[in-house]
């Protein structure tokens, strides 16, 4: 069963940064595009970043620049850096297996990121 557990979201000021992470489990991660993605209220599913199995990375515009994701497979862990944080990054962050060209096959519970002074 594929289980990805996101942690590390929380209240910070603009300008401030933030580590999320995301343990995933019950599939071969070294093979396989993870992605982070993020819902704000009232709004879609954006994409934020991908990671294909090769270690190329993805990002939208919106956060290139500010945002690094990265992996650690040996710890079966994604994570995604966050610095010079916006009110309009604020919105809950999902981890999912896939990308947004073949698609997302599993995604997490989340974790919420709240950007406020």
């Known amino acids: 069963e594929v289980q990805l557990v996101e942690s590390g979201g929380d209240l910070v000021q603009p300008g401030g940064s933030l580590r999320l992470s995301c343990v995933a489990s019950?599939?071969?991660?070294?093979?396989?595009?993870m992605s982070w993605v993020r819902q704000a209220p009232g709004k879609e599913l954006e994409w934020v970043s991908t990671?294909?199995?090769?270690?190329?990375?993805e990002y939208s515009d919106s956060v290139k620049g500010r945002f690094t994701i990265s992996r650690d497979i040996a710890k079966n862990t994604l994570y995604l850096h966050l610095i010079s944080l916006k009110t309009e990054d604020t919105a809950m962050y999902y981890c999912?297996?896939?990308?947004?060209?073949?698609?997302?096959?599993?995604r997490g519970q989340g974790t919420q990121v709240t950007v406020s002074s």
């Open positions: 999912a297996k896939g990308s947004k060209y073949a698609g997302y096959s599993n």
């Open positions: 990671i294909y199995s090769g270690g190329v990375t």
């Open positions: 019950g599939f071969t991660f070294s093979r396989s595009a």
